[in-house]
């Protein structure tokens, strides 16, 4: 029997799985795709995603709707997903390409992994998502773009970093805070205002939760806090010791807090 570290496949094996995959099963990439021509299918997209810096790590928080043209097509999507132990990954755009594109990425995180018995650096990390977002501009120019955005903890500085991205994989580091979306306008107007520096990690979800309220009101396709269907934003922090889940009881306490002060102030606008 041949050993299978000698078959074909092993011969060919890199450190990218995307790069093996184009090689050895290119029809199986969600970006390597053709429609027919004028051709733009409806389907859902997934809007507004906001990250921030804070004392210590980074953090990114994603509304739960996805939109279909004028039509609320989902109220539970979570845009918001662990890239590996000390990244994260927030996307926008068509939802589905972008679900398989984040699960390509984790992929070719944990392979890289296990080729090199090493984690890749968080800018390593953020080089290949851009060539990943790249290999799809044949699909965004007929109308089904992937924007995401990219946050980490980088243990060479010490610090959480978030890089932004355009369609053609373009990478760019944002500083601070930055946000991508049809809410993106609104929720970017809010982090200037409430974001600063030495933030607390609970000081950073109130200001991220709050800055997606700011773009739910004025944003028909982001979704705000839920109290009815106990719907709360997708929160991930990630710091030294890894990325967590912020809890969705605590989410509400911080949503809740947020409706009552603006109810008592009796805001118009």
Same mark, same amino acid.
Do not use: C
């Given at each position: ?65 996805? #939109?279909?043209?004028?039509?609320? *097509? ?8 662990? /890239? %590996?132990?000390? =990244?994260?990954? @927030? ?108 933030? #607390?990690?609970?000081?950073?979800? *109130? ?8 773009? /739910? %009101?004025?944003? =028909?396709?982001? @979704? ?46």
């Amino acid at each position: 029997m041949q050993d299978p570290s000698t078959g074909p496949l092993a011969t060919q094996a890199t450190s990218s799985f995307t790069e093996h995959l184009q090689r050895s099963r290119p029809e199986l990439l969600p970006f390597n795709q053709t429609l027919p021509a004028g051709t733009v299918p409806s389907s859902p997209h997934a809007t507004t995603i906001v990250a921030l810096t804070y004392a210590g790590g980074v953090l990114m928080a994603g509304d739960r709707r996805a #939109t279909m043209g004028n039509v609320i *097509a989902s109220r539970h999507i979570e845009k918001v997903f662990p /890239a %590996d132990q000390y =990244s994260v990954l @927030g996307i926008a755009g068509t939802a589905g390409l972008a679900i398989d594109i984040t699960r390509l990425f984790q992929v070719e995180l944990e392979h890289y992994e296990k080729i090199e018995g090493t984690l890749l650096s968080l800018v390593g990390k953020a080089n290949r998502l851009g060539a990943m977002i790249r290999g799809n501009l044949p699909m965004a120019m007929q109308g089904m773009a992937v924007i995401p955005l990219f946050a980490g903890f980088d243990h060479v500085s010490a610090t959480g970093r978030l890089f932004s991205y355009d369609v053609t994989g373009g990478r760019y580091e944002e500083q601070e805070h930055h946000s991508v979306g049809s809410g993106s306008v609104f929720a970017r107007g809010a982090l200037k205002k409430l974001w600063k520096p030495n933030l #607390t990690e609970e000081q950073a979800v *109130a200001v991220a939760v709050e800055a997606l309220y700011d773009a /739910a %009101d004025d944003d =028909s396709a982001t @979704g705000g806090p839920d109290p009815v269907r106990q719907l709360w934003p997708v929160v991930y922090t990630v710091n030294r010791a890894g990325n967590r889940r912020v809890p969705e009881r605590d989410l509400a306490a911080i949503a809740g807090a947020i409706v009552e002060s603006r109810a008592i102030a009796g805001r118009e606008a």
